[in-house]
């Protein structure tokens, strides 16, 4: 089945795959805190995308596309713009690399996602073996 990032089928696929990924939940397992991505229009993308993560110890608890950020208050919001996520997604830019240069915002505890690099990036891997192409 392919997932076109960004669509809900892509998020639904994500929620499936950190469930049932073992590594995920090994690495993820002390993990607290849900999180919305926030991806800017750009490129193909034309209207701003939100999207919710609700991640507690190696599951991800539910998802959902959401209208607006004030509707949720999650630990953590990410914010790129469509072009920085989909090189993230391509695994043509380092995730950590695109925090530390401002390509991609952190609202939330820097410091906890500091000393969760190895959830973060196993996180990031999921994202990438679920998309099976990028919106074009």
Known sequence: MST???SLEWL????RKLNSDAKYAQIARNWEGDMCVVIEPGGPLLEKQLYYLDL????????EILKDLPSIRPKFVLSATYDNISHIMKGELD????????KLQVKGSMAYMMRNVPTVL???????????????
Not at 56 to 63: A, E, N, S, V, Y
Request: with cysteine.
């Open 4 to 6: 076109i990032f960004p």
């Open 95 to 102: 995730p950590m690399q695109a925090m530390m240069t401002r």
């Open 12 to 15: 639904e696929a994500l929620s």
């Open 122 to 136: 196993d996180f990031v891997r999921c994202a990438r073996e679920v998309t099976t192409e990028i919106l074009s």
């Open 56 to 63: 507690w110890h190696g599951q991800c608890r539910r998802t």
